[in-house]
């Protein structure tokens, strides 16, 4: 049998203390594409929904119809407000009309 000296012993302790680590950093690696690959995926399907259900694709033509949309809701929820002041004025002058 083989005696090893002090500097074999410390340099095989280094190499597997460097192996544990490979394992560690290969392991994360593994994880890391198969999370990048299903992202990936996703993000074709959000994709293909958004080219069906908008006719697009594009972030900046979508978050453009969604812009337009809060402008066409505020412009309604304005207008609905000023209907019921209106009615509201109106059951008001008729209630003291009598």
Known sequence: MT???RLETDQLRRLEEM???YD?????RIRAEGEAERLAREL???RALALSEFGTDDEGQIQALIEDAQARNAKLADEFGAAL???ETRLKQIGDER
């Open 44 to 46: 074709e399907e959000v």
């Open 85 to 87: 002041r209106e009615v």
């Open 24 to 28: 560690k950093l290969r392991a994360e």
């Open 19 to 21: 192996r544990k680590t």
């Open 3 to 5: 005696n090893l000296t």
